[in-house]
């Protein structure tokens, strides 16, 4: 099993920028592709990012590019979302998961899932 928890949601103005984080333990982190998603009330689940075991293949979802910037620091056991330039349509609760194998930005193939941190973007 692996246990994901995020954090660093919050409020913010419309222009700012949260770096989010999810924390993992449970199983060796670096086995791992991770991915970030985000869901809005009402609205289907969103890809946003996914990086794979040791950061060197990124994928964005195409309403993210060029303003989410996804990382990891595996002896941290950690991936992290920057997210700048923030619009209200970015609001959301947004989830990191898990995965063995590649980086994909379809959740289906993700094995395990935080809870989830709400980002709230205000105009």
């Known amino acids: 099993q692996v246990q994901l928890v995020e954090s660093g949601g919050g409020l913010v103005q419309a222009g700012g920028s949260l770096r989010l984080s999810c924390a993992a333990s449970?199983?060796?982190?670096?086995?791992?592709?991770m991915g970030w998603f985000r869901q809005a009330p009402g609205k289907e689940r969103e890809s946003v990012a996914t990086?794979?075991?040791?950061?060197?293949?990124?994928s964005y979802g195409d309403s993210v590019k060029g303003r989410f910037t996804i990382s990891r620091d595996n002896a941290k056991n950690t991936v992290y979302l920057q997210i700048d330039s923030l619009k209200r349509e970015d609001t959301a609760a947004y989830y990191c998961?898990?995965?063995?194998?590649?980086?994909?930005?379809?959740?289906?193939?993700?094995?395990?899932w935080g809870q989830g941190t709400q980002v709230t973007v205000s105009s």
């Open positions: 449970g199983r060796t982190f670096s086995d791992y592709a």
């Open positions: 998961a898990a995965k063995t194998g590649s980086i994909s930005l379809v959740p289906n193939p993700y094995e395990y």
């Open positions: 990086i794979s075991r040791f950061g060197g293949a990124k």
